[in-house]
């Protein structure tokens, strides 16, 4: 995955880092913030009738998806993208 490309590889790069990252940076990460995150690039279609609570549960769920997804520590790898190219 490209960290930096956007929408779900961003979510998977933080999700890893909440899950194996030892740096600095990664030791403040919370499965709250993941959670937010996910909100962020995937928000909810207020036109659809989906109460508030169904909509928590579908965000639970991708949760736990997500982080099936990068629970094994070498079976993702990327690249990082930085306004000044890659790195």
């Known amino acids: 995955m490209i960290e930096g490309s956007g929408r779900i590889a961003d979510v998977l790069a933080y999700a890893w880092r ?13 499965r709250g913030q993941l959670q937010d995150y996910i909100r962020e690039v995937f928000p909810r279609d207020v036109r659809k009738e989906e109460t508030l ?35």
């Open 18 to 30: 909440f899950l194996h990252d030892d740096s600095k940076r990664a030791q403040g990460y919370t």
């Open 53 to 87: 609570q169904g909509w928590d549960a579908r965000i639970e769920d991708a949760t736990q998806n997500i982080l099936q997804i990068v629970v094994q520590k070498d079976s993702v790898s990327w690249l990082v993208i930085m306004s000044d190219g890659v790195n």
